[in-house]
């Protein structure tokens, strides 16, 4: 069982058509997700040429497969972001991120949005501490929040962090709707359109069809930037996957729940087409370093209904996010000697409304307009200490996985992004690459990048 909810609910629609001839355009967008759709729509909007390219069918990434929430409340993230970016920013990333929810309320239809509390809760002493630390930041910040102990779910807990009137969105009818306002507005969106190639300097690419687009700008939206390698970020990110599972249930709960303690858990719940679900998702680790993933599903489908008393889940599916080293997520000019080419990612599994703030950030920047978010989003923000540790971690796993992944796994195809073998995920049977992320379907071909050719079996 490894279906999305999302996905297997989302409206009927008929496909995008492939691009079939050359063409030019103003700005040229990869990646068919909530970010690249939105920036899509915000560009068109402002009367720019958009042309939007999907490798298969648009929302069938990460936004398919997230928990569908659109929140300002990113677990336990405002005193971290005090700490290690001031006061300034750290209101900044709220105010981005609050006009992010606030634009998707003022689009979103009735059974594409609902309003529901987001809470953080704890469930021992030095959970509550980080509780009361996190409360203190949002109080220093300007952020209403309540501590307590508001709580509805049948487990223990010591303490609650609430920001009240938050919203949980169904994301893929959500942005089923924002692309259609995106297709009204002018942009082009091609689904089936795989790229196989750039030339950045002559601001070109090749599709594998053999089509050519040319573009003025580029915005690289395909979750883990497969042009990532020009300003670096191949060495700044790491990929996280984490599990979600679904269960149908009687009432729907008011609040939308994490964990500060592990075991790290979330929990919401869903109402679509008159059915309610119970979602439950956790067990994260870094993508592709685990054979025996389905021992993660088990864990959640045993949890949900020995803890939570519901019947057996109905849908299981897994997601995979990459973040950046200071937690904040790229969104900008991907270089300063590549000022026509803007990246979009790291959003480290808040990405419905960090997908649409990025989005705020880079149309602006394209559209000549001031956004105080973007230095802050900057792909060229990051320090050098911070980027060497992430360099020297990530740089090890790719040497480790040339090296002994080679000779350990020599029945497994090879990555055709960077080399490394690829290991079997028997819970999604997929090809997944610990070295960078990219995913691979049964038959070979690429379900998630940065690799863009399928794998030779």
């Not at 990434?61 to 001031?86: E, I, M, P, R, W």
């Amino acid at each position: 069982m490894t279906s999305s909810l999302w996905l297997q609910t989302g409206y009927s629609r008929e496909p995008s058509p492939p691009l079939g001839n050359d063409i030019e355009c103003d700005v040229c967008i990869i990646g068919g997700g909530l970010s690249g759709i939105a920036n899509a729509y915000f560009l068109a909007k402002a009367g720019k040429n958009v042309v939007l390219l999907e490798k298969d069918s648009i929302l069938q990434g990460a936004t398919g497969h997230s928990t569908g929430k659109l929140t300002v409340q990113h677990d336990f993230v405002y005193s971290n972001l005090l700490k290690k970016f001031g006061k300034e920013n750290a209101r900044t990333y709220y105010n981005v991120n609050k006009a992010a929810v606030d634009f998707g309320r003022s689009i979103a239809q009735a059974d594409e949005l609902l309003m529901a509390d987001s809470i953080l809760f704890s469930q021992t002493k030095q959970g509550t501490d980080m509780l009361r630390r996190e409360m203190e930041a949002y109080q220093e910040l300007g952020i209403p929040g309540d501590f307590g102990k508001n709580f509805e779910l049948p487990i223990p807990v010591e303490a609650t962090l609430t920001i009240r009137g938050e919203t949980q969105i169904h994301p893929v009818r959500f942005g089923q709707r924002l692309a259609q306002l995106a297709i009204e507005a002018g942009a082009r969106i091609y689904e089936h359109s795989d790229v196989l190639g750039m030339d950045l300097d002559k601001r070109y690419l090749v599709l594998m069809s053999r089509v050519e687009v040319r573009f003025n700008e580029l915005i690289l939206c395909t979750h883990y930037p497969v042009e990532a390698i020009k300003g670096l970020q191949i060495m700044k990110l790491l990929v996280d996957r984490s599990y979600i599972v679904a269960a149908e249930a009687a009432m729907p709960l008011q609040g939308q729940y994490i964990s500060v303690d592990s075991p790290k858990r979330s929990v919401r719940t869903a109402q679509i087409d008159g059915k309610t679900y119970f979602l439950l998702s956790g067990e994260g680790h870094q993508a592709g370093t685990e054979k025996e993933t389905q021992v993660h599903y088990d864990r959640l489908y045993q949890e949900i209904q020995d803890v939570y008393q519901l019947s057996a889940p109905t849908h299981g599916w897994s997601a995979q996010d990459p973040q950046t080293p200071d937690i904040i997520p790229y969104a900008g000019v991907i270089s300063s000697s590549m000022p026509h080419i803007y990246l979009c990612t790291g959003f480290r599994k808040w990405g419905l409304s960090n997908s649409l703030a990025s989005a705020h950030i880079i149309s602006d920047q394209i559209l000549g307009q001031s956004n105080k978010a973007a230095a802050l989003y900057s792909p060229d923000r990051t320090g050098f200490g911070s980027f060497l540790v992430q360099a020297l971690k990530t740089s090890g796993l790719v040497l480790k996985e040339f090296a002994g992944g080679h000779l350990t796994r020599i029945g497994n195809p090879i990555c055709t992004h960077m080399g490394c073998r690829t290991r079997w995920n028997e819970g999604d049977e997929t090809w997944d690459c610990p070295c960078h992320g990219s995913r691979f379907r049964k038959d070979g071909s690429v379900l998630e990048g940065p690799a863009m050719k399928p794998l030779d079996l």
